[in-house]
Structures are given as C-alpha cells and as structure tokens.
C-alpha cells in the first residue's frame, strides 16, 4: 500500500442532514489522523468523498448531480479519485459503479471505519466496493468539526426503530443505537474546551435516547449531565417524537436555564387516518394536549414541526384537518415536504396516490398559512429583548439568534451595534423591526 506521508489531500462534500454531517466529521478526523492533508475545495483534492443523503427522491437527485460535478474534475485530471459513502451508497450500492463508473470506491455507513485503507486503495488504482453491517458504523470517535466554532451537533444515537411506512431510514441506518452516555459527555466536554457554546443534539429519534441500554428513555438524565458541563450556554433539541415526550423531560427543560425553550417535533400530519397510515403514533387531540402542557410549564416555548402533504389517501379534508390544526396551534417555525414515494417502504405503492400538482399546491397553502402565523408572532417581538448569539457578520449588519432560532434551519436576528463583537459572543438585541422570517434589531446594554 503506498505510503501517505502528508503527500495527498483529501476533500469532503457533505449532504443531507446534521447526523450524515456528523459521520463526515469523523471520516475526516480519521483521515486526517492517518496523514492526510484535509481541504475545502474540489480543485485541491487528490481524492474527494461525496457523503451522500438517500432520504427522498430530491436528496437522491442532489447527490447523484454532485457526483456527476465532482466526476467532472476527475475526467479534466484535476483530482484522482471520488469516494461515495453516506446514505445514498447505502441503498444503492449495487448501482452506483456500474452507472457512474468515474467512481472509485462505493462504500457503507458500516466502512467507515476502514475509510483510511479504501482511500489509499483509490490512489493505486484499486476499485472498491465495502458494505459491513450497518453496525458496525462508529458512533464514537474524534471529529473534524465542520461547523461554526461557536455552535456544533452532538449526536445521541443512530439507527430507528419506528418504521414510519413512508420512511427508508431504518433500511439504510439500521436499528436504533444510543451511545453510551460516558462518550456523549466526553465529547461534549471536549466540544466545549474548543469553544463551542451551543449543542444541538441530534439523532433519529433524541426522545428514545437510553431505552436500547437502560429499558428506560434517558434523554432527561441525559440532559442534567451536560447542563453542568462549564462553557456550555446553550442546549437545543431536536427530532424529538410526540409519544416519547415524558413529563420528567418538560420539567428539565422548565427548570435549566442552559436548555433552549426550543423543541423540534416532527409531527408529520394531523388527521388521524392519514397518521396511522403512516404507521403514526398519535391524533391531532393528542397533540393539542401534550402541546398545551408543554406551553404552559415551558416559559416562552418555541416550537419548531414539519409535515408531509400528498400521502397516499390523503383527501381535501384530511388536508383541510392539517390546515386547522396548523392554524390552531400557531408554531413557531414549521417546515412542510411533499410525499415521495421510497422503493422499499409500505407507503411506496399505496393508494390512491396524490398528483404531484395537489401536492405541489398543498405545500404551498400550508406554507403561506405559517407565513402568516410566523407574521404575526414577528409583530408581538418588537419592542422585547433577547439574549442573541452571533453568528456572523455581512459588513453592514451582524447576524445572529435567540434561544427560538436554531442555525442553518430557522430565520434570524439582523442587528447593528455601536460596538464591534466576535462571532459566539452574546449579546442583547432590542427587536425594533422584522422582515419577512427575520427579525431586526439594536444592540443594548
């Protein structure tokens, strides 16, 4: 095998979602441990790794074109080899080398771990193809942190037990693994001796954390370790399920000033028909009550959703029940898909299907209906302040988020201040404006 020696460089383009995200860091922790050089840019690059997302037709679709782009420099001579991996390589890993055979090397979740050897393998010509069981992906271990110094992901877990009939995640990510809470709290330990003031813990479903190891959710205990851990100001969650949503776990996040009043709930739809086709658990009254109680012990909630429109079956009305439960509730931020149909899973070839046209016109109604809850809540803001976190600045305005806005997701905070500040200071921020999803502000004392 040729020997590395800092000789060679490696590049990563990371799709998909903040766990995927994760897994990439990792990778490039190895590499980089192993002797690689680590760079940003394709034209840098002797062997560049696309991590590939394979959720839905549209995350398929921009991982086969960004394949394609990075297959494109390899034809011109630029880089030597591409490694694909991530969720895509996953499920379609018979597929991917006979299609694009400008590919070097199509691998796991499960290879990641042997990510060095298949790299150095690329670069004396050798072709791979590596899929160990999906258990075999590390859940643990150094990262190259690939965020913002001042924020990162923490991950509890992989895999899922759930088996939503529109999901082909537990086909591609396996059965759900929590990480042992030593190695959680280490890494955050370390997160935080690196300067990172914000985790946002993150996995397929946070809310189950433990119940593999423990035959109890944990994510409450969970939560009372990291809290005391200095440097750390604030913690944010998300992917949390409705039914796993414990009154212990309200009251920690009611009672810890380091715990964002921030929850994402992934709710998917609101008629009940229309949830137990989707192998749901739960009914729009269900929710109304756990989210009234949340409201109620939790000062200043804010709660972040997302639907799915267009399932199989889904009538005007079940859409109109959405819509009146969407109104009903007023979240604070809400995202909406259109259904797409995923060799594999039970809702692939459910009927009657829903014409992309309707979807298409459901997502936006849905989403205009938000615009205007998200409008209003804008104008009770103004004249209130909030401890904001900046993240940047553009050169005329810094940029920045309340405990309600979690990054690269949400909308934000645009303000000037008379003094200058770093990014991952905080700061008060008087609201006097919003525009559109942003709010506007001043810097205060």
């Known amino acids: 095998m040729k020997n590395i020696n800092n000789n060679y460089s490696v590049g990563m383009i990371s799709l998909g979602c903040p ?54 420099y390899k ?15 996953e499920r379609y890993q018979d597929e991917i080398l006979i299609e694009m055979p400008e590919v070097d090397a199509v691998v796991g979740i499960g290879a990641n771990s042997d990510i060095v050897k298949i790299c150095q393998k690329t670069l004396v010509g050798i072709k791979t193809e590596n899929f160990p069981d999906k258990c075999f992906l590390p859940l643990d271990g150094e990262r190259l942190v690939s965020t913002p110094k001042h924020w990162a992901y923490l991950k509890l877990s992989d895999g899922c037990d759930n088996k939503c009939s529109y999901c082909a995640i537990p086909a591609i990510r396996g059965k759900f693994r929590s990480r042992q809470p030593e190695e959680i709290i280490n890494e955050a330990k370390q997160l935080a001796s690196d300067g990172v003031k914000e985790l946002i813990l993150i996995a397929q479903d946070t809310t189950k954390y433990g119940y593999d190891l423990f035959g109890e959710y944990r994510l409450d205990k969970l939560l009372k370790e990291l809290v005391r851990i200095n440097g750390i100001e ?41 949830l137990k086709a989707m192998n749901r658990v739960g009914n729009a009254v269900e929710y109304n009550e756990l989210l009234a109680k949340m409201r109620a012990k939790i000062p200043g909630l804010s709660l972040r959703t997302t639907f799915m429109v267009g399932f199989p079956g889904e009538t005007e009305e079940d859409f109109e029940k959405l819509c009146d439960f969407v109104s009903d509730v007023q979240f604070d931020k809400m995202g909406c898909f259109t259904f797409s149909p995923e060799e594999g899973t039970p809702a692939f070839d459910m009927k009657p299907s829903v014409d992309d046209d309707v979807k298409i016109h459901r997502q936006e109604v849905l989403m205009n209906l938000q ?6 809540s804008n104008k009770m803001r103004v004249g209130k302040t909030y401890k904001v976190i900046v993240d940047g600045y553009d050169g005329k305005h810094y940029i920045g988020r309340s405990y309600m806005d979690s990054p690269e997701i949400d909308s934000g905070i645009i303000f000037n201040s008379d003094i200058e500040i770093k990014t991952g200071d905080f700061v008060s921020v008087l609201i ?10 001043e810097r205060v004392e």
């Not at 062997?47 to 549209?58: E, K, L, P, Q, R």
């Not at 039914?243 to 709710?267: G, H, M, W």
């Not at 404006?433 to 502000?441: E, K």
């Open 234 to 274: 604030w913690i944010r969650l998300f992917y949390c399920y409705p039914q796993r949503i414990t009154d212990s776990l309200i009251e920690v996040i009611a009672e810890e000033d380091k715990i964002c009043n921030y929850i994402d709930i992934p709710l998917q739809h609101a008629s009940e028909s229309i």
């Open 75 to 89: 034809n011109s001579g630029v880089i030597s080899s591409i490694v694909v991996t991530g969720c895509l390589a």
């Open 432 to 441: 006097t404006d919003f525009n559109g999803y942003d709010l506007i502000g």
């Open 19 to 72: 766990k995927n995200q994760v897994d990439g860091e990792i990778i490039l922790a190895k590499l980089k441990s192993a002797g690689f050089n680590i760079v940003s840019e394709i034209a840098d690059s002797d062997i560049m790794i696309v991590n590939t997302c394979g959720f839905i037709d549209a995350a398929k679709q921009e991982a086969i074109e960004t394949i394609l782009e990075v297959a494109e």
């Open 371 to 376: 615009y205007s809850v998200t409008e209003n």
